[in-house]
């Protein structure tokens, strides 16, 4: 059944005026990415021809989908947008709080009961408000959206960094926080800057043991964990068409591991096969009937360099399998040189757990073609040496590949089949031992591996590689075996080889399922009560950030000088946390207690300068707010690289934290920040973070006459009487400038609805 069938025709019957408008307006051939983002203005056809990089532009996005863990403080803040529906068709999918351990029949009922709460609330305000349910179990969001929702051309923005993932269906799919879905939900305009964009020429074919999953682990290692800040990664040739529509979701899921915007690939043959196997044939007919305008103009193709900002060609039938690690999903080492890299950089080489699954590679392909080299382990009489963990993208996908036996092969090599949710990629996983924090090396087909991120354990080794890679890496337990060159000792003695993965782009059978998950909203959610306790520890409904008082901020503490990379999960780390992602106070306890302290080199350990003693980040600055005292966090490049958790910015901003000065920001961070109506700040002059010192009070000067493009001064008042002014950079325009006078975005939500009311 394809949802929103309506809306999709109603896009696709505008679709094509709207991109002949735009080649009219902006004079040359256009790629596909500017082909969906004109045909998504805010204002219709366009009229003007956008900047690159520069230009803020509204767009009116097609749909919204969350995930249980950001959902919750979105739709906390829609139900303050005084709305009685939402605008747009949106979905919340309950995939982030279920925790991995014993297996999905001992894991899910022990989830569904440890957070009822939560997913009774959000089960609630779906129905109340017209959103899509998708219970816990139901599957990982972004394979979800894949399989239910992604259509070719459409424009998506969704809770969680990869969303990106809707890109191998050719769509312009965007992570964001949830004051952005709580805009578009609220029916209004959603600002983006107008992308710069990356081209990446695919020529050959895939074979052997080479993935999609390479591709990005090579374009990650070129382009690095901000090489694609600011960009949409579009990619095109005829190796583009020789891959699966789910494998080009790969490429684009991982796509948020090097900044960009986005990534999207053109409608093709194997989008239509997708398509029709996951019954929407009704929308690959429509995408048929404008096909021409859902990918790239043949001039584009055919001289790109003209056309992209910057151009990256990769021939797939040189390529070789990658392991990207560890502690960085951009650190690219080649399969045939793991051996040396490792031991020259003495990473442990015993590899203890292998895990398959997240939302980067958890489809029916991906599956079968693991479970080829599970299956001739067994025949080969091999067993393996490490732990062996399998989480299925969705129900549809886990109920298709148990009647095809591939669940079946993976038990019968001792495999743990987790629940169809995030489980270890998002730290979801009670690894036993793990409280032991001893060196170790897991390998992965996830998308981050930072530290601590998947077990808490700060010397975990993690690697990123495909899943044929993860399988055949569990059965050597060995980090420097390479499957395309090397032997293994089977139970009889005998040296014997894995063959190449063999699998299915689609079931031979086509997909099956009993009950996928889904629960439709109420037609009418009217008298639909969403309840939250006041005593609950879980839940917290949201008071209004204070307004800017009107003056520049002086008097302001130095919270910490972060030290190097600082991602999200370093800002406001998931694993545990999360039961906390619906009570802002609670998770607040947890903020920036992973970022290292440039003065003592030690994570949650900062001078309180009230009382001259160190202590955790979070207590100290909820002293400076019981003193009426606001402060400064002080960051290093890419900061708030990672996820798109807003949580990173509400809960600096809960605790009285004014402003966020780094040498350069992560897209969606700075633009959190922004929402919730604190000041994002760069160095003009990156040298000057090394004057700021442990004891200084800060003064932000300008503010009373903010305005685009025009710097502030920052003020420092060293703790020898000395002072220093700094200038600093910021990328507010007018309407940004507007949330952060309004105490951030939502407040001026409410106030339109209230005005709205009252004129009722």
């Not at 699954?357 to 067994?378: F, P, V, W």
């Not at 095809?404 to 169809?420: H, R």
Request: proline share 4%.
């Amino acid at each position: 059944m394809a949802f929103d069938i309506e809306m999709i025709k109603k896009v696709y019957a505008n679709f094509g005026s709207r991109v002949e408008a735009a080649r009219k307006v902006v004079g040359r051939p256009l790629t596909l990415s500017e082909k969906i983002l004109y045909a998504h203005l805010w204002d219709g056809n366009a009229n003007t021809a956008f900047v690159r990089g520069t230009d803020y532009v509204d767009f009116a996005p097609d749909r919204v989908a969350m995930q249980d863990a950001t959902a919750q403080m979105a739709l906390l803040q829609f139900m303050q947008a005084g709305r009685p529906k939402v605008a747009v068709p949106s979905t919340v999918h309950c995939d982030h709080l279920i925790t991995a351990k014993s297996g999905a029949e001992i894991d899910l009922p022990h989830a569904k009961t440890e957070s009822a709460e939560v997913f009774d609330f959000l089960s609630s305000v779906s129905n109340k408000y017209g959103i899509g349910f998708w219970k816990p179990g139901a599957g990982i969001i972004h394979q979800v959206v894949l399989e239910n929702y992604a259509f070719p051309g459409g424009m998506m923005i969704g809770t969680d960094s990869h969303t990106v993932n809707a890109g191998g269906l050719g769509m312009v799919a965007i992570g964001v926080g949830g004051a952005d879905a709580c805009d578009v939900m609220a029916g209004l305009p959603w600002e983006l800057k107008f992308p710069k964009l990356i081209g990446v020429k695919l020529t050959g074919k895939l074979s052997g043991w080479t993935s999609a999953k390479d591709v990005i682990l090579k374009v990650a290692g070129i382009l690095t964990v901000k090489g694609g800040t600011g960009a949409i990664v579009e990619y095109f040739g005829d190796g583009a068409e020789n891959l699966s529509c789910t494998g080009k979701g790969t490429i684009c899921n991982m796509g948020a591991e090097i900044g960009a915007t986005t990534s999207t690939f053109g409608y093709d043959a194997s989008m239509e096969r997708y398509l029709r196997a996951t019954n929407r044939a009704e929308v690959a007919d429509l995408a048929n009937g404008i096909a021409s305008y859902l990918t790239g103009d043949p001039e584009v193709y055919a001289d790109p360099e003209k056309y992209f900002d910057q151009l990256i060609e990769i021939n797939l039938s040189e390529l070789e399998p990658y392991l990207n690690g560890p502690f960085t999903p951009d650190l690219a080492t080649p399969i045939s040189q793991m051996k040396e890299v490792a031991a020259a950089n003495g990473w442990p080489t015993k590899v203890e757990w292998g895990l398959i699954g997240s939302c980067t590679n958890s489809s029916y392909e991906d599956l079968s073609r693991a479970a080829s080299i599970a299956q001739q382990a067994i025949d080969k009489g091999l067993a393996k040496k490490a732990e062996f963990g399998i989480n299925p993208g969705s129900e549809q996908v886990r109920y298709t590949a148990n009647r095809d036996g591939l669940l079946a092969t993976f038990e019968n090599l001792d495999a743990t089949i987790f629940t169809n949710a995030c489980g270890p990629c998002i730290g979801m996983w009670d690894r036993v031992g793990a409280e032991k924090q001893e060196k170790n090396t897991i390998v992965h087909s996830f998308n981050r591996n930072f530290a601590k991120r998947a077990d808490g354990n700060p010397n975990t080794f993690a690697f990123v590689t495909s899943p044929e890679i993860v399988a055949a890496l569990a059965i050597a337990g060995d980090l420097g075996f390479n499957p395309l060159t090397d032997t293994l000792t089977n139970d009889k003695g005998e040296q014997v080889k894995l063959d190449e993965p063999t699998g299915w782009e689609l079931p031979t059978k086509g997909f099956a399922v009993d009950d996928a998950g889904y629960q439709a909203p109420a037609e009418d959610g009217s008298s639909v009560q969403v309840l939250v306790s006041p005593t609950s520890h879980r839940l917290q409904l949201l008071d209004p950030f204070a307004a800017w008082e009107g003056t520049d901020l002086k008097g302001l503490k130095l919270l910490i000088k972060a030290k190097g990379k600082c991602t999200t999960d370093h800002i406001s780390m998931a694993g545990p946390w999360l039961k906390f992602r619906g009570h802002l106070d609670n998770i607040s306890n947890n903020m920036l207690i992973g970022a290292v302290n440039y003065f003592n080199d030690k994570t949650d350990s900062v001078k309180n300068e009230l009382t001259g003693e160190y202590g955790p980040v979070p207590a100290t600055q909820r002293a400076y707010k019981a003193a009426g005292l606001g402060s400064v966090v002080v960051g290093d490049e890419n900061y708030g690289e990672g996820s798109s958790r807003e949580h990173a910015a509400m809960e600096p901003r809960h605790l009285g934290v004014r402003a966020v000065l780094v040498k350069s920001f992560a897209r969606i961070h700075e633009t959190n920040l922004k929402k919730q109506g604190m000041l994002a700040l760069t160095f003009a002059n990156k040298e000057d973070y090394d004057k700021i010192k442990e004891d200084d009070t800060l003064d932000i000067i300008g503010l009373t006459t903010f305005a685009p493009n025009v710097p502030l001064q920052m003020v420092l008042h060293h703790a020898d009487g000395t002072q220093e002014t700094i200038t600093v950079n910021h990328s507010y325009n007018a309407q940004q400038i507007d949330w952060f006078k309004a105490g951030g975005a939502l407040n001026i939500i409410r106030r339109e609805a209230a005005a709205k009311a009252a004129q009722a």
